[in-house]
């Protein structure tokens, strides 16, 4: 008995062994753990650089939200009078000049009056350096809202403050201009408030009640599209002149420039892009907030 009981252990301790030795080589999966974990910090870098650089984006949402209220509306059909510092003229529109033509302007930046026959485009365009201001007025008759800037007061951070307002902004344009009085000035068409700092919740008021508003601009259903070499390359525009305008400036009160590009030449409803009193080529009517 004593010798059957003996025989009967020595499989249960070979079982034990073989256990044991497939144990120990399996062993800690060290390869697994830091794949997991670079996989993990990756992964936290990611969303780390994006919460950081969305921050602005975030930020603009709410100032957007805050500034609805400034909305147009049949019975407040122009809000931006309520906007302490705006300041209005009344300009004829539709007068055009050459593209080597220039004009005394009234303003500055000018806001209205005779400009060039090719428009600025203003699709959410940030122009990196300072364009023609010719140019830039005629998108504000077709209802754009031009966001300019002095180079020498607004800089780093504050410049991306400004573009997060503008760039991808259907009917939007911004751009540097030398030599303002003002570290930041605002136009629409007949409209304009200067700022001393890109925080000022009345940038967002201003384009909540002024961009592709049907009461405050003239040439409603134009386009923003750029229009090409040739006539207004978005790669290669016009540059600012930042001369005094000679004695050859047209005047405030000029009635347009014989051989000037005329929107009605050729166009469907005699403004590209759309008809008079309509509403904005599909797809580019800015998003409700944005």
């Not at 794949?35 to 975030?58: E, P, T």
Request: charged share 20%.
């Amino acid at each position: 008995m004593a010798s059957g009981t003996k025989k009967k252990g020595r499989p249960t301790n070979a079982v034990k062994s073989a256990r044991g030795s497939v144990v120990a080589k399996k062993g800690t999966p060290w390869g697994t753990i830091i794949a997991v974990v670079a996989i993990l910090a990756l992964a936290g870098v990611v969303f780390g650089y994006y919460y950081v650089n969305s921050a602005d984006k975030r930020e603009q949402k709410t100032r957007e939200e805050a500034a609805a209220a400034f909305a147009p509306s049949a019975e407040n059909p122009d809000p931006s009078l309520k906007i302490p510092g705006i300041v209005t003229k009344q300009y004829e529109a539709s007068v055009h000049i050459l593209p080597t033509e220039r004009v005394a302007y009234d303003q500055t930046p000018a806001f209205g009056g005779p400009h060039d026959g090719f428009w600025a485009a203003c699709t959410g365009i940030v122009y990196p350096n300072a364009v023609r201001t010719e140019n830039m007025v005629h998108s504000l008759e077709h209802g754009a809202v031009w966001i300019a800037y002095n180079p020498d007061q607004v800089t780093g951070d504050a410049v991306n403050k400004l573009r997060v307002r503008a760039e991808g902004k259907p009917y939007t344009m911004m751009s540097p201009f030398p030599g303002l009085d003002k570290p930041v000035s605002l136009q629409a068409w007949g409209h304009q408030l200067k700022l001393d700092s890109v925080d000022d919740e009345r940038i967002d008021q201003f384009i909540a009640a002024l961009r592709l508003n049907p009461s405050t601009y003239p040439e409603q259903g134009a386009s923003c599209d750029a229009m090409g070499p040739g006539r207004f390359d978005v790669d290669a525009p016009p540059a600012f002149d930042a001369t005094p305008p000679g004695p050859d400036a047209k005047p405030m009160d000029y009635k347009g420039s014989e051989g000037a590009e005329q929107e009605s030449t050729g166009m469907p409803g005699g403004v590209p892009g759309g008809v008079p009193g309509g509403t904005p080529p599909v797809g580019q009517q800015p998003p409700a907030g944005g």
